[in-house]
């Protein structure tokens, strides 16, 4: 049987998203033919979910960042747009296909980088916070549909920069 | 700009799903190549939808039926499987993809059609009645989850029967 890891979906042609995938779900991965899995957290990943993707040449790319805080949170902490526009350039690189976008919960930086990825394939706000509301639920954070809409699509649109140039 | 309809969602390959396509929503389904509508609506489809569909040449199949209705609904009313069953058949033939999914809110007959599937597809019951919520919200119906919960996925993998059969 099939166990989608918590929040799944489909997010566009080749692109996933979901919370983090627990040990049990890595099995479902493999049935969608997940080649990348695009993980937005900053801590280091599992080693027995590493062993999975290698045997099964699955590439992980980390673009691990901070969720946005609101105003009132001591750290005051707001994602990056650049590892924001970054990530986006992965999930519009066909090469990668199909592949994951996670991070803990599927609520909020993986909301924020969807919400930013409608932005840039022209969806209407309405929509884009609706999609984002729908999975963020009772814990949907302003901060968050507030970094979307100050996102500059033009960023992520610029052809990546290569280490050496 | 895209203005997706209420609701929308990809569910998988080919395949979407929304609330009933306001008119303003009818470009967006042209920028997605939508080839098919499957609608879950008894209604008589607004003319000036047909005239769109007819000139981007979208194919309307129409299943149309009633959502469940709880026990204490004087209706008592219950959604037929052998249509949703049929419905399925029509999700699976590639032929019709990508097809949009739609029923009034997008949230029961849609959310009904779209669990079955996932029962089809063998998805596990959790992540199947999370999708479910997902959509439905606030408006989330027990008897929805009952109806997926008995639906019989051997009657959605028959060959479809012929008229003159």
Same mark, same amino acid.
């Given at each position: ?8 979906? @489909?997010?566009? !042609?080749? $692109? ?14 493999? &049935? ?23 045997? *099964?040449? $699955? ?5 691990? @960042?901070?969720?946005? !805080?609101?105003?009132?949170?001591? &750290?005051?902490?707001? @994602? ?7 990530? $986006?350039? #992965?999930?519009?690189?066909?090469? &990668? ?6 991070? *803990? ?13 409608? !932005? ?18 009772? !814990?949907?954070?302003? #901060? ?22």
């Amino acid at each position: 049987m099939g166990e989608p890891p918590e929040n799944f979906s @489909m997010v566009w !042609k080749g $692109i996933y998203r979901s919370g983090f995938p627990a040990r049990r779900n890595l099995p479902f991965l493999r &049935t969608i033919g997940v080649r990348s899995v695009l993980c937005l957290c900053p801590e280091e990943y599992p080693d027995s979910s590493l062993a999975f993707f290698e045997s *099964n040449g $699955i590439a992980l790319i980390q673009h691990g @960042m901070d969720g946005n !805080k609101a105003p009132d949170d001591r &750290t005051g902490a707001f @994602m990056a747009p650049e590892i924001v526009a970054r990530a $986006i350039g #992965v999930l519009l690189d066909e090469s &990668t296909h199909p592949v994951l976008i996670h991070c *803990n919960q599927g609520k909020h930086r993986t909301g924020c980088l969807v919400g930013c990825l409608r !932005k840039v394939q022209r969806w209407s706000s309405v929509a884009t916070f609706e999609e984002y509301r729908r999975f963020a639920g009772a !814990k949907a954070r302003l #901060v968050d549909l507030q970094f979307i809409e100050l996102f500059d699509t033009a960023t992520a649109l610029q052809p990546p920069q290569r280490a050496n140039s």
